[in-house]
């Protein structure tokens, strides 16, 4: 049977029930997407690890039957192709230009920062008072004021790039919105660039332009891509992880006084997170190049797969009693940064992030709660990237 | 225990580093894998076997 992909959720915490079945009888199903494509959904976590680490499943999204996500997802990618829809050597090319400033340490520094901006963020909700929407006075500037930092793009400019980005990754936007919304983020950073070509900063943006765009080993268009992939991922997904988990956690009482008590669970509370949420709920695409296959179902060449990690992540398999939310489970091995060449190139950056919230946040306003009733939040059901549209809270 | 890992496969992700930092490292240049013990003591094995598993690409193999 082909069902129609994405499958609705039931509850907004966990992903749609549909996957749990097909994860029991029919692991490797047969999906169709929005435009009619027909996909193979893959739902268990050691066949999400295999396709995603097998080189005869490409990322190319210009190859034909790759599965776009959405009109807006198809115009984006192939306007402004970047290193995640390539295949090595070319990925590689790209990706290798930017490791260096994603390392551990190079994150680890920047510890101090990411903690301050989050006092003076937690300072500046306390003195305004209840009720405040978590996502505008917090989720959402604390990773964009650090990716833009980092990047050298002026964060005066949020309101800009934040909108063309959520345009992108709202599935519901027309192909003429995405258009228009990629187009002017190109441009932007285009200009951006050039400025930074006439007198580079202390910035990443700066050093490609120094260290590959003069040389000659990459084009304007190139450190563009790189810019935007770098600006629009930086901030959206930390943004709905740090709303999205403050959400579950407020409908978790005992999570969140175990997370408040307890500072040793800081990091498995990231982990554990990151695992039951799951936030890039459209899965990973892939097009096969050969015939191979998986499950014992064969996946022949030139058709499209969907990995859902969100499938993958809630295997009881691999994660005892999965669809309880543990702070302090051990979940390090989740699949929620994806898995394979492709896995997340700011992992060690969202981390750090999501660690200075958890281990602030709370304890500097432990009578955190809703200010609506739960049954009102509006969850990001038509974004690419899930989350919370909201977050009123009060004290 | 002996741990060899492949700079050609790594893809600089940091995860071996979040597991051990006393056995893995990453290059101050080019991000990628460093490996610091080849030969890990006993109270490292573990968390050897760990990096390689969850290792994205693979870079990382165990030999008993």
């Known amino acids: 049977m082909t069902r129609t992909f994405p499958m609705s959720r039931q509850c907004p915490y966990d992903p749609p029930p549909d996957y749990g079945r097909l994860r029991e009888s029919e692991p490797v199903s047969r999906v169709r997407t929005w435009d009619g494509t027909e996909a193979w959904l893959i739902t268990r976590y050691a066949d999400s690890r295999a396709v995603l680490a097998d080189r005869r499943f490409s990322s190319d999204s210009r190859r034909p039957g790759y599965p776009s996500v959405s009109a807006a997802s198809a115009v984006s990618r192939r306007q402004m192709r970047s290193f995640i829809n390539m295949d090595d050597p070319e990925h590689a090319h790209f990706r290798r230009m930017l490791i260096s400033s994603f390392t551990m340490r190079q994150v680890e520094a920047l510890r101090p920062r990411i903690q301050s901006i989050v006092d003076s963020l937690v300072d500046d909700i306390l003195a305004a008072g209840p009720p405040v929407d978590l996502v505008q006075a917090f989720a959402l500037p604390l990773p964009s004021l650090v990716i833009c930092e980092l990047l050298g793009v002026p964060y005066a400019d949020h309101d800009r790039f934040q909108a063309w980005s959520r345009t992108t990754i709202n599935a519901a936007s027309t192909a003429e919105q995405a258009q228009r919304a990629v187009t002017e983020l190109a441009g932007y950073l285009g200009e951006l660039v050039d400025a930074k070509d006439r007198e580079p900063g202390d910035d990443l943006i700066s050093r490609l332009v120094v260290n590959q765009l003069r040389p000659g080993h990459v084009t304007r268009a190139d450190v563009v891509g790189m810019a935007r992939l770098l600006l629009v991922a930086g901030h959206e997904t930390t943004a709905n992880m740090i709303a999205l988990g403050t959400a579950a956690l407020l409908a978790h009482p005992d999570q969140l006084e175990r997370l408040r008590t307890d500072p040793s669970v800081v990091k498995s509370s990231v982990e554990e997170l990151l695992r039951y949420l799951t936030i890039t709920h459209s899965g990973r695409r892939r097009v096969a190049t050969e015939d191979v296959t998986v499950s014992g179902q064969l996946i022949s060449a030139g058709e499209a797969v969907i990995v859902a990690g969100d499938a993958a992540n809630r295997d009881p398999e691999v994660f005892a009693e999965p669809d309880q939310l543990d702070v302090a489970r051990k979940a390090r091995q989740h699949v929620a940064f994806g898995y394979g060449i492709h896995q997340c190139l700011g992992q060690p950056l969202a981390r750090v992030e999501l660690q200075v919230v958890h281990g602030t946040l709370y304890g500097r306003i432990p009578t955190l709660k809703l200010a609506i009733p739960a049954e009102q939040l509006r969850f990001k059901h038509d974004m690419i990237v899930y989350g919370v549209h909201e977050l009123p809270v009060s004290w | ?64």
Do not use: N, W, Y
């Open chain 2, 1 to 64: 225990m002996k741990i060899v890992v492949d700079r050609d496969k790594c893809i600089g992700s940091g995860q071996c580093v979040m597991t051990d930092p006393a056995v893995f490292d990453q290059d101050e240049d080019d991000g990628l894998v460093i490996l610091l013990q080849p030969e890990p003591p006993a109270d490292h094995q573990a968390a050897a076997r760990d990096a390689a598993m969850i290792c994205p690409s693979q870079a990382i193999t165990i030999q008993e």
